[in-house]
C-alpha cells in the first residue's frame, strides 16, 4: 500500500507540473521538463544515502521520514501553484521529493522481500508493482479528470488531491502498526 500511495504521489505531480508550467506560465517544455528532472538528483542522493545508513532494524525507521520528504513535492507543487513560492523553491520541493523516494522505494521492496519466504517472492514483488501500478493510474487519471474540466483553479484541485495521497502515504507509514517488520506490508 505504501509504495503504491509514494508511486502514485510522484507520478502525478511529476507529470502535471510541466502541464501547469507550460500551459498558465508559457514556459517551454525544456524548462518546465528541467524543473522535474531536477528530482531525479534527488533521487539518486537519496539511493546512495539509504544505500549508506545502518540500523539495526534493517533502515525501516527510515521509511516514515522518508515518505514526509515525498511529502514535500506536492505541497511544494501546490503552494507553488498557488502564487506562495517562487520556482527556486519549486525545485528545492522537487529534490527533496525525489530524496525521499530515493529513501523509500529501495528500503520498502527489501523489507518486502526479507520478511517474504522464498515461496512469496514472486507475489509479494508482484504485489509491490501492481499495487504501484495500479494506484498511479487511478491518480493519474482522477487528476487528469479534473483538469479537463473548465472549471477555476483546476490545478489548485488536483494538486490537492495529489497531496492527499501523499498526505495518506504519511499516516500509513506513521501508524504504529505498519512497521514493515511486523506486519509484511
Same mark, same amino acid.
Given at each position: ?57 534493517? *533502515?525501516?525507521?527510515?521509511? #516514515?521520514?522518508? =515518505? /514526509?520528504?515525498?511529502? +514535500?513535492?506536492?505541497? $511544494?507543487?501546490? @503552494?507553488?501553484?498557488? *502564487?506562495?513560492?517562487?520556482? #527556486?523553491?519549486? =525545485? /528545492?520541493?522537487?529534490? +527533496?521529493?525525489?530524496? $525521499?523516494?530515493? @529513501? ?82
Amino acid at each position: 500500500v505504501l509504495r503504491g500511495l509514494l508511486g502514485a504521489t510522484v507520478a502525478a505531480t511529476d507529470i502535471y507540473l510541466p502541464l501547469y508550467l507550460q500551459r498558465q506560465l508559457g514556459y517551454s517544455p525544456s524548462s518546465s521538463g528541467l524543473i522535474v528532472a531536477l528530482g531525479a538528483i534527488g533521487w539518486i542522493f537519496g539511493a546512495w544515502l539509504q544505500g549508506r545508513s545502518s540500523g539495526g532494524d534493517g *533502515g525501516s525507521a527510515l521509511i #516514515p521520514r522518508a =515518505v /514526509v520528504l515525498v511529502f +514535500v513535492g506536492p505541497v $511544494g507543487a501546490w @503552494l507553488f501553484i498557488a *502564487g506562495a513560492i517562487p520556482v #527556486p523553491a519549486l =525545485v /528545492v520541493a522537487c529534490i +527533496v521529493m525525489g530524496t $525521499g523516494m530515493g @529513501l523509500a522505494y529501495p528500503r520498502i521492496t527489501a523489507t518486502v522481500l526479507a520478511e517474504s519466504t522464498e515461496a512469496e517472492y514472486g507475489a509479494n514483488s508482484s504485489g509491490l508493482q501492481i499495487s504501484e501500478s495500479m494506484n498511479q493510474s487511478i491518480l493519474i487519471a482522477v487528476s487528469g479528470a479534473v483538469l479537463s474540466l473548465a472549471i477555476a483553479h483546476e490545478f489548485l484541485i488536483a494538486y490537492t488531491l495529489i497531496a492527499g495521497v501523499g498526505g495518506a502515504a504519511v499516516l500509513v507509514a506513521r501508524r504504529p502498526d505498519s512497521n514493515l517488520r511486523r506486519s509484511r506490508c
